[in-house]
């Protein structure tokens, strides 16, 4: 057999290189070619798997290929997190990534991956407020006077949550730390049995996601005193943001798309773009609107230093708290 010789071979070889670049291009434009498969690390009904639904259903009408939601519920979404990262990178199966992976890579001493250096951040999609609610028998009707009661009776206040480590909680003990205060938590399994102690005066003060409390706040049962985004809420557009009192306090849930490390970045930035696109079209964002969700928009390396920052965030106040699974 005759090989080619060196300066023939490099002379096909820069011949051929520009055709490969189309080539890529027109693979990752050609993306997807079959159902992709969304990965909801919690049960049907709650705010991942509903916005897991709505982005899914937006990016198959965008896409012209089913986006599949699938539910893998269990340890606060790791389950889920590490059936995505043990998947193949081929843009076929991706996670719907929320702040409960920044919270999580502190909070388990254990775990089978590291979410930043394993899971490639895609895109974000929404941000919603928690609000802070306390019991009609409670006395202080502000912040304010809220801060300088806790100030007077130090670990006398208690605090509902919907268990260790979830948002209610985390949310709280941000309070508690940037406050400079103390209040004793009172873990449950689950918002709803928090939230009905609350209402009957069992507890007095809950950090609970706005879909779950608003309807309370609404109808007069609980007092809402804040809400934990940067800004006021829309929905409850009277009521200020604790940043108004506290300097530099925020804390939401957040959701986006992650992927397994090695993705190919031309998909990466295909589905960016799209969800990108498709968070601020007028019937995705009116259902946001009924979450008492915003439209959160960020480019993939945005989305990293985002994530970054968020689980450095949680993993002070962790530690600072000293916060332990049960």
């Known amino acids: 057999m005759k090989f080619p010789h060196r300066r023939q071979f490099l002379h096909l070889a820069a011949r051929a290189a520009p055709l490969a670049i189309p080539s890529r291009f027109a693979w990752a434009q050609a993306y997807p070619t079959r159902p992709v498969r969304l990965i909801a690390g919690a049960p049907p009904g709650g705010g991942i798997d509903i916005t897991a639904r ?33 998947a193949s990178p081929d843009g076929y199966t991706l996670l719907l990534a929320t702040n409960a992976n920044a919270v999580n890579a502190t909070l388990y001493e254990k775990l089978n991956y590291n979410f930043i250096r394993d899971i490639v951040p895609v895109a974000t999609i929404s941000r919603a407020p928690n609000v802070m609610v306390v019991a009609l028998s409670f006395p202080s009707k502000t912040i304010a006077e809220f801060i300088a009661y806790a100030k007077a009776s130090p670990g006398k206040i208690t605090m509902g949550s919907e268990g260790n480590g979830g948002g209610a909680h985390m949310s709280g003990e941000l309070f508690k730390m940037l406050a400079g205060i103390d209040m004793l938590h009172i873990p449950y399994r689950g918002a709803a049995p928090a939230l009905t102690d609350l209402l009957a005066g069992q507890v007095q003060v809950m950090f609970a996601s706005m879909p779950a409390a608003i309807q309370y706040v609404r109808a007069g049962n609980l007092r809402a005193l804040a809400v934990t ?15 108004e009192f506290v300097p530099g306090y925020e804390a939401a849930s957040w959701y986006g798309i992650g992927a397994p490390k090695k993705t190919p970045p031309e998909i990466v930035e295909r589905l960016n773009k799209e969800t990108n696109a498709a968070i601020v079209e007028p019937k995705l964002r009116a259902r946001f609107a009924d979450l008492d969700a915003e439209p959160l928009s960020m480019t993939s390396a945005e989305f990293g230093k985002f994530i970054a ?10 530690r600072g708290a000293n916060i332990k699974l049960e």
């Open 309 to 318: 920052d968020e689980t450095e965030k949680w993993a002070k106040v962790i």
């Open 54 to 86: 709505l982005i899914g259903q937006s990016l198959s009408e965008r896409l012209g290929e089913a986006f599949v939601i699938e539910n893998k519920p269990g340890a606060g979404t790791n389950i889920g997190t590490e059936f995505v990262v043990r």
């Open 229 to 243: 985004t940067r800004t006021r809420s829309d929905a409850l557009p009277d009521i200020p943001a604790v940043g």
